[in-house]
């Protein structure tokens, strides 16, 4: 098979608290939104598709920044969200872990007999990917949870992860229909999780001699092919190291922010007086909706919006968190009645930040940056999981329907 890479995701104890999940809840769905707004629903699921994207996603929300956790938590959030406004934005996500894992079928026939889409297609593509990647492939990982995006014309985005609980490591699977030609044959827009070695592989386009029993799905007209497969390898360590990070993009991202010329004339473009701490966030942000694939081959830049709730880089700064989900709102609000200057501030925003970093950017010297961070957290509300503990995990069950 193909792999969209290789990474470490380490099986992370605790659950994400209320404080966080809220946030993260609106924080997906702004930023969801904004990509529809901008460049439609199908560039939705094609970047939550791709296992970059979806990483620093989850690193901008305020998740670990390499755990398994950023699966379950960013498809929860991006559900929550999105679901109550599928009639406005045409998006649904169906399934989730363990047990809403298993309610995938029935919500997708729900869906599609409002919509009128072939459900009885849908829920096979929803079983096929499952087996698939829980049968088809013995890498040693069983799967526990099963996410389901689906678009208002068809397409759609599967995100799965299976767990190896001898190993305490996860992997994660991307599926996007447009590049589906055949569920038999390189299927995945995207695999990753800890090299394990050689691993059998039924959807191999080597294995072709072994596929004579399997059955053979083919897709109709598919609309278009995924160009390039997307490759991730995260390390197993907790916190951020200047490895992890592009410091040219991250200096041209803190430029924009704390030098005052530079401050100054990048909150003139986004239509509000904004402190520094704030703007290093929206830059962020403003990256994730706007930026092309390349910009996300370094998933952990994107924990210096608001930080992780385990404290790495630092604790979630609260009071940013906050302000920046009002600016994006009152950008979104703006937007809806005709008023786009505010909404496209942030796509100016994130080409500013690109010229910055072409041109005279220095490099960002990470522990000064992580050491102002927790110099400021206070001032910030920041908080993290271990000064407000959520209570204990609970344990998820793995498929078995599908």
Not at 154 to 179: C, D, F, K, L
């Amino acid at each position: 098979m193909r792999r969209s890479g290789i990474a470490n995701l380490p099986l992370h104890g605790g659950s994400v608290p209320k404080w966080l999940a809220d946030r993260m809840t609106l924080l997906g769905t702004a930023i969801a939104e904004n990509v529809v707004h901008h460049y439609g629903v199908s560039a939705l699921l094609s970047r939550l598709a791709d296992p970059f994207w979806f990483q620093a996603l989850g690193s901008v929300m305020g998740m670990d920044w390499h755990s398994s956790g950023i699966t379950t938590s960013v498809l929860g959030a991006l559900k929550r969200g999105l679901n109550p406004r599928t009639q406005e934005l045409g998006i649904y996500i169906c399934g989730g872990r363990g047990r809403h894992s298993r309610q995938t079928p029935a919500e997708l026939l729900r869906y599609a007999d409002g919509t009128g889409l072939n459900g009885d297609a849908l829920v096979r593509c929803s079983r096929l990917a499952a087996r698939v990647d829980n049968n088809a492939i013995a890498d040693g990982f069983q799967l526990y949870l099963h996410g389901f995006i689906l678009a208002a014309n068809g397409e759609w985005t599967i995100v799965q992860q299976g767990m190896n609980g001898a190993s305490g490591m996860a992997r994660r699977y991307h599926w996007h229909s447009p590049a589906v030609k055949n569920f038999t044959s390189e299927p995945h827009a995207g695999i990753v999780g800890e090299h394990q070695g050689e691993i059998m592989n039924l959807v191999s386009a080597f294995a072709q001699p072994a596929q004579q029993a399997l059955l053979n799905i083919v897709r109709n007209h598919p609309h278009a092919t995924l160009a390039d497969i997307r490759k991730l390898t995260m390390p197993k360590h907790h916190d951020v190291r200047a490895a992890d990070v592009d410091l040219q993009r991250l200096g041209a991202v803190l430029a924009a922010a704390y030098e005052r010329e530079l401050h100054d004339f990048a909150s003139l473009l986004l239509l509000e007086k904004l402190g520094p701490r704030t703007l290093q966030s929206l830059a962020l942000v403003a990256e994730v909706i706007h930026g092309t694939p390349i910009r996300f081959s370094d998933p952990a830049r994107f924990s210096f919006a608001h930080g992780g709730k385990d404290g790495h880089p630092f604790p979630v700064p609260l009071k940013t968190y906050d302000e920046t989900l009002q600016i994006l709102r009152r950008s979104l609000e703006a937007a809806k009645v005709g008023n786009t200057d505010k909404i496209d501030g942030l796509r100016r925003l994130d080409r500013f930040v690109q010229a910055i970093e072409h041109s005279q950017a220095p490099r960002a010297d990470l522990e000064a940056t992580v050491a102002r961070e927790l110099k400021i957290s206070d001032s910030l509300g920041g908080r993290t999981v271990a000064t407000h503990p959520a209570g204990p995990r609970r344990r998820c069950k793995q498929l078995s329907l599908f």
